[in-house]
Nanobody, 124 residues
Framework: VQLQASGGGLVQAGGSLRLSCAAS????????MGWFRQVPGKEREFVAS????????YYIDSVKGRFTISRDNAKSTVYLQMNSLKPEDTAVYYC??????????????????WGQGTQVTVSS
């Protein structure tokens, strides 16, 4: 699976951004797609995931109610809509994929495929 992330940028606190991750190379029906983020000096952090087959989602508590993960079957693309952004959301965001059906898997080491990162910067 090849993943291509896009959509990062600079936004003021309270603003919104939508990240996209275009997938190719495999049929995604048996995959879980995830978004992670990382700041310098810290471990990569799970943000959200979606099971491609039925759209079930899972989020970390700090983004619940602000971020929404979704997918477009026709475009083989997963999105992360980020609203009410906070300075602490500043990070490089990565999309990832793993074969499986459990949407609550959050450990980066369990995701086999990764896109390149996209920088999200939220100014105060």
């Amino acid at each position: 699976v090849q993943l291509q992330a896009s959509g990062g940028g600079l936004v003021q606190a309270g603003g919104s951004l939508r990240l996209s991750c275009a997938a190719s190379g495999r049929t995604l029906s048996s995959y879980v797609m995830g978004w992670f983020r990382q700041v310098p000096g810290k471990e990569r952090e799970f943000v959200a995931s979606i099971k491609w087959s039925d759209g079930n989602t899972y989020y970390i508590d700090s983004v619940k109610g602000r971020f929404t993960i979704s997918r477009d079957n026709a475009k083989s693309t997963v999105y992360l809509q980020m609203n009410s952004l906070k300075p602490e959301d500043t990070a490089v965001y990565y999309c990832a994929a793993r074969s499986g059906i459990v949407v609550t898997v959050s450990a980066p080491r369990l995701y086999a495929y990764w896109g390149q990162g996209t920088q999200v910067t939220v100014s105060s």
